[in-house]
C-alpha cells in the first residue's frame, strides 16, 4: 500500500497472507529493505521498480498468479533467497546474470519448460535449486557450472535422461528425480560421493548404475516402483543406508546380505511379491520402521520378532491366516501395528505385551475373538476391529481398561443389542473416546449408557436396524459435531435434539422419518443435514434459524412446498464450497419462490419434479 512507502528505513516487511493484487510502482522507494515478504496473495505482475531495490536479500513470492519475472529481479545483485513456487510461469528468462549471490532458487509448481543456460551463471554461490512439478523435458548441460550446488530437486516433470553433467556437480548432496520418464543413469555417478539422499522413484528404470556402490555416504535410497526384480548385493555389503525405499517393484525375496546393513532405520516394501524374508533381517536391530503391505506372507517371518527396537510394523493386504503368532508380544516398543485386510482369526494373549502400542489397525479379518490381555495396552489410541466376525459376547468387559482410546472402529461386525442388556459395555468405560463408530451391525436400539460418552466428536451408527433414539442419546457430548444415523428405521427425531448446540453434520438420510421437529432450529452450529429418502412432507418454519447450514439435501422425500423462511439461510451454499440444496423427486409443480432469495446458491437440483415453467427469478441466482 502507498501509506509505507515513506518507511525507506525499513528492512523486514511481510505482507504474505492476504489478498493483494498489485505491488505498487513505488515499492523501490522503500531502499533500505532487505527481506520481502508476499506470499500467499494474488499478486500476478511484479512491477520493474522492484528491481530497484539493491539491498534486498530474500525475496519470497510464492503462492501466487505470477506468469512472468521478466526485468523485475535480474537487477537485485545482493538476493540470496528467491522463491518464486506456485505460480503460473511458464519461462523464466536470462535475468540471472544479475543474482550472483544467489544461494537458494525455488521455482516450482509453475508451468515451466525450459531452464536457460543463464542458469550456470549462478555457479559461485548457490546450493539450492527447486525444480519439481513443472514441465520441464531436459536440463542445460552447463548445469555443471553450479559446483556449489547441494540440494537439486526434479520431481514430477517430463524428465527423461539425467544429463551427463551432473556426475560434475561434486557437492551434491541430495538429488530428488521421482516422477519423471528417466530410461537411464547419468554416466559416472559414482562421482558424487557426498551423495547422502538419492529419490528417483516412478521412474522407467528397471536397474541400477555399477557405480552407485561408490556412493558410501548414502543414507537415503529411493528405488520404488523400477520394476526390479532384485536387489544387486552389493547395495547390502557396500552402502551405509539408513532409510531404503524399494516398494512397487517385483522383488520375490531379498539377498541375505540385507544384514549388513547395521544402521538401517526405515524400510519400505510394499507392493512387492515377497513371501519370506531371510533370517540375516532379524540383526537390523537398529531397524524401527518397516512396511510389508501388499504382499504375500501368509505368516509374519520369525526374524521380524527380533527388531527389539521396532516402532512400525505394517503387513495389511497379505495372506496372513489363522492365529498372530503369540511372539508378536517380544516387541515391546511397539507403538503401530496394521494388520488390517488379512485372513486372521485369533489374536493371541501375548499382544497384551505390546504396552506402547498406541495404534492397532486390525480391520478386514476373521477375528471372533478379543483376548482380555488387551486391557495392559494403557496407551492404545486408535483400535479398528471393524468388518471382523464380533459380537457383543465377544467383546470381553477387561476392554473397558482402554480408557485412553479416542477412535474405536467396530463398523462391519455382528454386535446384536439383543444378546445382553447393555451393548457393549466395554465401550461406555473408554471416558476418552472422541470418535466411535459402529456402522454395518445388527443394532436395533442405543443402550442408554451412551450419554457416558462425554467426549465424543464423531459418532456413527448408520446401516443398523434402529428405530428411535432414547432422549439419552441427546445428552451427548456438548463437543458432538458429527452424528451419522443414515440407513436405519428411525421414525422420529427427539425433541431433545436441540441440547446438541455444537453438532455440524446431521445425516438421517434412508429413515423412515416423516417429520421434522422444529427443535432442530437450536442446533444453531450445523452445516450440513442429509434428510434424502425419507417420507417427510414439510420442514418446519424455525429451520430458517440455520444461519450457517450450507448443504441441505432433501431429495426423494414427500414434500410439496418449501418454507418461505428457507430464504433466511444466508449460507445455503456459497462461492467457497460446493454445497447443494437437493429437492428432486418433491413431485413439486413449480418453484418456490423464495428459492429465489438463496443468492448464495450455487448447485440447486430440482430434477424429477412436474415443474412446467422456468421462474423469472431464477435470473436473480
Given amino acids: 500500500p502507498p501509506s509505507i512507502l515513506p518507511l525507506g528505513s525499513l528492512t523486514f516487511l511481510d505482507m504474505s497472507e492476504n489478498r493483494i493484487r498489485d505491488v505498487h510502482e513505488g515499492v523501490h522507494l522503500l531502499s533500505s529493505l532487505q527481506d520481502l515478504h508476499m506470499e500467499y496473495n494474488n499478486i500476478s505482475i511484479i512491477p520493474p521498480n522492484l528491481g530497484r531495490l539493491y539491498q534486498l536479500k530474500c525475496l519470497h513470492l510464492q503462492h501466487n498468479e505470477i506468469q512472468d519475472i521478466k526485468n523485475s529481479t535480474g537487477t537485485l545483485t545482493n538476493l540470496t533467497d528467491l522463491d518464486m513456487s506456485h505460480n503460473k510461469l511458464i519461462k523464466i528468462g536470462p535475468d540471472f546474470r544479475g543474482n550472483k549471490n544467489l544461494t537458494r532458487l525455488n521455482i516450482s509448481n509453475n508451468r515451466i519448460l525450459r531452464l536457460p543456460a543463464e542458469i550456470g551463471m549462478l555457479e559461485r554461490n548457490l546450493t539450492s535449486l527447486s525444480l519439481s512439478n513443472n514441465r520441464i523435458q531436459s536440463l542445460p548441460s552447463n548445469i555443471s557450472k553450479l559446483s556449489n550446488l547441494t540440494k537439486l530437486c526434479i520431481t514430477a516433470n517430463h524428465v527423461e535422461k539425467l544429463p551427463d553433467a551432473i556426475a560434475h556437480l561434486t557437492s551434491l548432496s541430495h538429488l530428488e528425480a521421482d516422477n519423471n520418464k528417466v530410461v537411464t543413469f547419468p554416466k559416472k555417478l559414482g562421482n558424487l560421493a557426498g551423495m547422502k539422499v538419492l529419490s528417483l522413484n516412478h521412474n522407467f528404470l528397471d536397474s541400477l548404475p555399477a557405480d552407485i556402490y561408490h556412493l558410501t555416504k548414502l543414507q537415503i535410497l529411493d528405488m520404488c516402483n523400477f520394476m526390479l526384480d532384485t536387489v544387486p548385493k552389493e547395495v547390502f555389503q557396500k552402502l551405509n543406508l539408513e532409510n531404503l525405499y524399494l516398494s512397487g517393484n517385483i522383488l520375490n525375496n531379498i539377498d541375505k546380505n540385507i544384514g549388513m546393513l547395521v544402521h538401517l532405520k526405515q524400510i519400505f516394501l510394499v507392493h512387492n511379491r515377497l513371501k519370506d524374508l531371510p533370517a540375516s533381517f532379524g540383526t537390523l536391530v537398529d531397524l524401527q520402521l518397516l512396511m510389508l503391505d501388499h504382499n504375500r506372507f501368509s505368516i509374519i517371518p520369525q526374524c521380524i520378532f527380533k527388531l527389539k527396537n521396532l516402532l512400525k510394523l505394517t503387513i495389511s493386504f497379505n495372506d496372513l491366516k489363522g492365529e498372530l503368532s503369540p511372539e508378536v508380544g517380544s516387541l515391546q516398543l511397539l507403538e503401530i501395528l496394521w494388520l488390517n485386510n488379512n485372513s486372521l482369526d485369533v489374536l493371541p494373549d501375548d499382544i497384551g505385551k505390546c504396552h506402547n502400542l498406541k495404534e492397532m489397525c486390525l480391520k478386514h479379518n476373521r477375528l471372533y475373538h478379543l483376548p482380555e490381555t488387551m486391557m495392559f495396552l494403557s496407551g492404545l489410541r486408535l483400535l479398528d476391529v471393524s468388518y471382523n466376525a464380533l459380537s457383543t459376547l465377544c467383546l470381553p468387559q477387561q476392554l473397558g481398561a482402554l480408557t485412553a482410546v479416542q477412535e474405536l472402529m467396530l463398523e462391519g461386525n455382528m ?111 450445523l452445516t450440513s443435514i442429509e434428510f434424502e429418502q425419507n417420507q417427510i412432507r414439510f420442514l418446519p418454519k424455525a429451520i430458517g434459524a440455520l444461519k450457517n447450514l450450507r448443504t441441505l439435501n432433501l431429495k426423494k422425500n414427500s414434500l410439496t412446498s418449501l418454507p418461505l423462511s428457507l430464504s433466511d439461510i444466508p449460507n445455503l451454499s456459497n462461492l467457497e464450497i460446493d454445497h447443494v440444496l437437493n429437492i428432486n423427486n418433491l413431485a413439486l409443480r413449480s418453484v418456490p419462490q423464495e428459492v429465489g432469495d438463496l443468492v448464495t446458491l450455487k448447485i440447486l437440483n430440482i430434477s424429477n419434479n412436474q415443474i412446467v415453467e422456468i421462474p423469472v427469478f431464477f435470473a436473480q441466482l
Fill in 415 to 525: 454386535i446384536d443389542a439383543t444378546e445382553i442388556d447393555s451393548i457393549p459395555t466395554p465401550i461406555f468405560q473408554m471416558s476418552h473416546l472422541v470418535s466411535l463408530f459402529l456402522a454395518d451391525n445388527q443394532l436395533n436400539e442405543i443402550p442408554e449408557s451412551i450419554s457416558l460418552l462425554t467426549n465424543l466428536v464423531t459418532l456413527d451408527i448408520s446401516r443398523n436396524f434402529l428405530h428411535s433414539l432414547p432422549s439419552e442419546m441427546i445428552h451427548l457430548s456438548l463437543e458432538l459435531t458429527n452424528l451419522n444415523l443414515s440407513v436405519n428405521k428411525i421414525t422420529r427425531i427427539p425433541l431433545s435434539i436441540q441440547n446438541l448446540t455444537n453438532l455440524q453434520s446431521l445425516d438421517l438420510s434412508k429413515n423412515d422419518l416423516t417429520l421434522i421437529p422444529a427443535e432442530i432450529s437450536r442446533c444453531t452450529a
